[in-house]
């Protein structure tokens, strides 16, 4: 499996916006939550191409992720991989690259999502809850 992470432009938006609707689109209709035009405007708020990545196989986008600084630590913002493309490891390359920047990682997942379980398996402790959310942080070796 060749991986590669490789720099986000604005004009992938579009894109980045269906790719992020196929991943979330089952855990968000388990919600009663799947709204298009929320998805884009969650996406459009939090999109800064400076941090983010194309996960790609080969020359094919295959997910995406998006890493900001948050005072010391860093805030994984939004992490999709392309159904078709899960659990094949890719997810966990991405994570292992997450980690890699030395820095304490938070992130919010859906509840309900398949993800809980991906970011427990990766060594995130819960550190908080919401209506929708639940909130995680990895903290990195010191």
Partial sequence: MD??????????FEAMHELRMAAMRESLERLGRFDPERSRARLAAGFEPAHMRHICRDA??????????????????????????????VGAWAMAWVQRQGRDVRLSALKGSD??????????????????DIQYCWSAPR
């Fill in 3 to 12: 991986l590669r992470l490789k720099p986000v432009q604005a004009s992938d």
């Fill in 60 to 89: 094919e986008r295959i997910g995406f992720l998006s890493l900001m600084p948050e005072g010391e630590a860093l805030n994984l913002k939004h992490f999709y991989v392309r159904p078709g493309e899960q659990g094949q490891g």
């Fill in 115 to 132: 993800a809980n379980r991906f970011y427990l398996r990766h060594g995130f402790v819960q550190v908080g809850e919401e209506e929708l």
